[in-house]
């Protein structure tokens, strides 16, 4: 993978990831007594390759728990 490729992969995750942070702070904001949270993120690969689609499709899915806020 080149340098270019690479730094367009680190600028869709890190946009993801500063938008999901604020997404999920969000809910829980006006969720208060939400939590924890079940949360799956997911990566799907939406290129139209026509007729010559990747034997292997490229697809990621984490799940994983937020905890709600501890109250201060």
Same mark, same amino acid.
């Given at each position: ?18 938008? !999901?942070?604020?997404?999920?702070? !969000?809910?829980? !904001? ?13 990566? &799907?690969?939406? &290129?139209?390759?026509?007729?010559? $689609?990747?034997?292997? $499709? ?6 994983? &728990? ?7």
């Amino acid at each position: 993978m080149d340098d270019s490729s690479r730094s367009d992969v680190r600028s869709l995750l890190k946009a993801f990831g500063i938008q !999901a942070d604020e997404a999920i702070v !969000a809910h829980l !904001a006006r969720n208060p007594g939400a939590g924890p949270l079940q949360i799956e993120l997911q990566l &799907t690969d939406l &290129t139209d390759y026509g007729d010559t $689609p990747p034997d292997q $499709p490229l697809e990621l899915t984490v799940e994983g &728990t937020v905890r709600k806020p501890q109250a201060g």
